[in-house]
């Protein structure tokens, strides 16, 4: 009888041993931190960008930490917009949790890779109308995000650049031959140009290293009244060199984002960028928590920033309005 006792107590403290050796077994093991994919046009892995950063920052005012309870898997395409297509799609094979796309090659790429990863746009077109969602209330499949409204605010940079040049009639509109958002985007221009009675001079470039010199010169030839860019990944690059010649051109120059402003360029009138790459931040924590893309409604970004760079205005002999100062978001002085 004591033998069977005996054995008893052996069989439950080894059965004890075992659970113990279980939950120190898991404990040990490490927890699988949450991947995002990250598409970018523009940076590379030294230079990331400000978007990106922006998007840290959200994920960080949620109570994320990076490297404990997320990581972010970044591939900059340098420019090289043929790259982009191949850098999701290596992204998507590595599995992330959720991937971030804000250049339309990168969503169509993402969209016709994969049916199952999350994805979440910052998209400058609309959304609707280009196909990448059903609709914003209920965009189906997996892509949401965030649209910030870019094509819709072409006509205001125009009324902005007639209030500030005297006797505006023909504008320059310098533009990437090669970029799907650009064609969208300039007949937007067109259309607003005919309703404010002011010609348009397309000024084409194209390719990673467009001759810019030679297009301000175009421009100027071409007796325009002032010049607006159509922003991409090659002419992101080259925001510095392209406000420089317009400088030296003398040419009033209005743009899509405020960093262009802070290199140098006269205006721009933009939705606030980074603050729409922190509200990604937001799509992230709700698909990690377990929603699903279908189920989050794309947002539309409502905050508009006016800036202008006075320093330039100088130099280019331009005297900008009171009236114009007033209404700016962040003046450059």
């Given amino acids: 009888m004591r033998a ?18 279980a939950v120190i077994t898991e404990a040990q093991q490490p927890t699988k931190i949450p991947r995002i994919g990250y598409i970018s046009g523009t940076g590379n892995e030294t230079n990331q960008g400000p978007y990106v950063e922006a998007l840290r920052q959200g994920l960080r005012e949620l109570g994320y930490i990076e490297g404990k309870n997320f990581t972010i898997e970044y591939r900059g ?28 090659p990168a969503i169509l790429a993402a969209k ?78 067109e259309a607003a140009a005919r309703v404010l009675k002011i010609e348009l001079h397309s000024i084409d470039v194209k390719g990673p290293n467009p001759d810019l010199e ?12 002032a010049l607006i860019t159509i922003t991409n990944a090659n002419l992101f690059l080259q925001q510095k060199r392209l406000a420089d010649l317009a ?20 205006m721009s009138y933009s939705t606030d960028e980074i603050g729409a790459f922190r509200r990604a931040a937001a799509y992230v924590d709700k698909i990690l928590k377990g929603t699903k893309p279908a189920d989050l409604p794309v947002e539309q970004m409502t905050k508009f920033e006016f800036a202008i760079n006075l320093k330039t205005a100088k130099q280019i002999g331009l005297n900008i309005p009171q009236s114009v100062l007033f209404r700016a978001d962040r003046v450059v002085r």
């Fill in 247 to 266: 400088i030296r051109n003398k040419l009033p120059s209005m743009f899509q984002g405020s960093t262009w402003v802070d290199s140098g360029g006269l």
């Fill in 77 to 104: 395409a340098e420019g090289k917009t043929d790259r982009i297509p191949s850098l999701t799609i290596d992204l998507i094979e590595s599995q992330v949790n959720v991937l971030i796309v804000a250049t339309l």
């Fill in 4 to 21: 069977n006792k005996k054995a008893d107590v052996l069989s439950i403290l080894f059965v004890v041993v075992l659970l113990a050796v």
């Fill in 112 to 189: 016709q890779t994969t049916k199952t990863t999350p994805i979440i746009m910052v998209a400058t077109v609309d959304p609707v109308a280009n196909k990448l969602v059903d609709s914003l209330a209920r965009p189906g499949g997996n892509l949401t995000g965030i649209s910030t409204l870019a094509q819709d605010l072409n006509a205001k940079r125009l009324e902005l650049l007639m209030e500030v040049v005297p006797r505006l009639l023909r504008v320059a509109v310098l533009r990437d031959v090669d970029s799907q958002t650009a064609t969208l985007q300039f007949k937007e221009y």
């Fill in 214 to 225: 030679n297009a301000l010169l175009a421009a100027t030839k071409g007796r325009n009244d």
